[in-house]
């Protein structure tokens, strides 16, 4: 090495949790769309259904984690290396307790086998990076997540995620609610996309007993443009919402079969 020449630099592994060897598969099969080329006019696609096993050792743990984080006030959250891969692929969702991480400010969930993140995720209020990278069952997040007035970066794979810029997936058909009651803690997520919608995620109201007004929007939340599921109390605050982002569906939709701006 001459004098002019400098070592090379060494960078840390951002995220240990990818060359984890132990035995078993963190993640299951998704094929709700493909992730590496674009669809065809006309494709559809549906949220998942799955339901979170409260029972599972793997949730257990996480419950325990977040207990843990809030008492010591960590400013880290990064759950799944302390998991098993059988454990993480046992969480499908983040317990809504996870909003009582107010000291986070980087939550790190790489190749999790999330299929939805809770509302109360916007309750954390110093979060300034998110990374839910390679969680390829991930497709949506939800609007609260706008309430993270802090988030300045975020790691997301964008070809997981609905409407995304370089293949336009298609978003799940939302469908206005309907007259029959429900309860509304204990929704249907392969119909709402959720297990529960208690608040508007707009005005932070009651929702009707009847479900949700549902909308999609994308919008640029910390480094990345988002499909947003809002689950509203009234037409009037979906009426609220503000504009797309640039490059994406310009406002408030219910997805199915619509025109989308051409991949890029």
Known sequence: MTDEQSPPRLFPNRFPEAVDSRTGVPQDDCDCFSQVHGSPPGATTSFHADVQDTTAPGWLTLLEMIDAAVADGREEFRPLPELSP??????????????RLTAVRSLVLYGSNLVRVPPEIGGMTNLEEFSPYTSRRLHWFPYELTRCARLAASTVSTRSIYGNYKYRPPFPRL??????VL?????????????AALTCSVCDGPIPVTGPHQAWLSRTVATDVLPLLVNACSQACLDALPA???GHLPAPHRGGVIEQPPPR
Do not use: F, M
């Open 175 to 180: 469908l206005p609610p309907g007259d029959t």
């Open 86 to 99: 059988e454990e993480r692929r046992q969480i499908v969702t983040l317990p809504a307790s996870i909003g």
């Open 183 to 195: 309860d509304v803690g204990n929704l249907d997520p392969a119909r709402w996309g959720t297990t």
């Open 244 to 246: 797309g982002a640039k």
